[in-house]
């Protein structure tokens, strides 16, 4: 059947992507707890840097939450209002080749639940704040930047024993525009109602999967947006902004419009916009972004 005679299609697609210029997906609850989860010893650093742009720029945060599976005391002296909190997942077995990977997706989809607000914005470790995001959220929504991409591709080359039963019949997971992982806000309501299901679904689907890809968590986020009914809301480009893809290779200044700053390497640089916005840094390309981040537990032994 043609998409646009399904109706659950066409509800699906109007509930997807929805531009927050748009008064009726605007609420009352601001954001008041910004997440940082943070997987392994190697990302301590870029975490506390998180932590401190957001400590400076997004002010009226009531709290900073790095969530780990580090201990708190690894940490070392934290930013005005932040805390660590410590989480024990399990391993993957000894042959699987994305052990770490898969630990810190562990991590992350427990850790909006960790925050004590009403209004939860996780970020990737790996994102500054730049200003205050001005969010006001309300139930049944999930606020974030989009990317282009269908999330179903991940499933292209798996024989179809390995497919789970809910992807073949979803639609998000279809659609080219998906909800990128790194910047999502809602209100705590609607993360008691995510974080559970996405654990459940993420570890159903790369536990049938073999271990030929990073296990991406936005596949069964996806999916989980249709179980859940759950409107999505783009934020804009400047939520959650590209730093290597925008300006990686060159020296050039950060745009005063962007909220939050993704992937900006090395990290040295960002002293330097602390020190003043206004001046041009360099950061690197994608290309180095892309390798260093999914590497296999063997590639990183040897990185």
């Known amino acids: 059947m043609l998409n646009f005679l399904n109706p659950r299609y066409r509800h699906i697609r109007a509930s997807h992507n929805l531009p927050y210029a748009r008064n009726d997906v605007q609420g009352t609850v601001p954001v008041t707890s910004v997440v940082i989860p943070c997987t392994g010893r190697d990302y301590i650093e870029e975490a506390l840097l998180s932590a401190d742009f957001a400590a400076?720029?997004?002010?009226?945060?009531?709290?900073?939450?790095?969530?780990?599976d580090q201990p708190a005391d690894a940490f070392g002296s934290l930013p005005a209002k932040t805390r660590v909190t410590t989480l024990d997942v399990p391993q993957r077995e000894e042959h699987y080749r994305y052990k770490q990977i898969y630990r810190s997706r562990l991590i992350k989809l427990q850790a909006p639940l960790?925050?004590?607000?009403?209004?939860?914005?996780?970020?990737d470790s790996d994102l500054n704040l730049l200003k205050m995001p001005e969010i006001m959220m309300k139930p049944g929504h999930l606020y974030s930047s989009f990317r282009q991409g269908k999330m179903i591709a991940k499933l292209a080359d798996a024989p179809q024993e390995a497919i789970?039963?809910?992807?073949?019949?979803?639609?998000?997971p279809y659609l080219v525009?998906?909800?990128?992982?790194?910047?999502?806000?809602a209100t705590r309501e609607?993360?008691?109602?995510?974080?559970?299901?996405?654990l459940t679904?993420?570890?159903?689907?790369?536990h049938l999967m073999n271990d030929s890809q990073p296990p991406t968590d936005q596949l069964p986020l996806a999916v989980l947006l249709d179980m859940l009914d759950i409107k999505t809301v783009n934020l804009g480009e400047w939520a959650n902004w590209p730093v290597?893809?925008?300006?990686?290779?060159?020296?050039a200044v950060i745009p005063?419009?962007?909220?939050?700053?993704?992937?900006?390497f090395p990290l040295s640089e960002w002293q330097k916009y602390l020190a003043d916005p206004q001046q041009p840094l360099h950061f690197k390309g994608q290309d180095y972004t892309r390798k260093v981040r999914y590497l296999t537990d063997e590639e990183k032994k040897q990185h």
């Open 56 to 68: 400076r720029f997004a002010t009226e945060a009531e709290e900073i939450v790095i969530v780990s």
């Open 114 to 123: 960790q925050a004590k607000g009403d209004g939860i914005l996780m970020i």
């Open 164 to 172: 789970p039963a809910y992807y073949p019949h979803s639609i998000r």
């Open 177 to 185: 525009d998906h909800v990128n992982g790194a910047y999502l806000a």
């Open 190 to 198: 609607v993360w008691q109602r995510i974080s559970p299901l996405w």
């Open 201 to 206: 679904l993420f570890n159903d689907t790369w």
């Open 244 to 251: 290597s893809k925008k300006i990686g290779g060159q020296s």
């Open 256 to 264: 005063a419009e962007v909220v939050g700053a993704h992937g900006g």
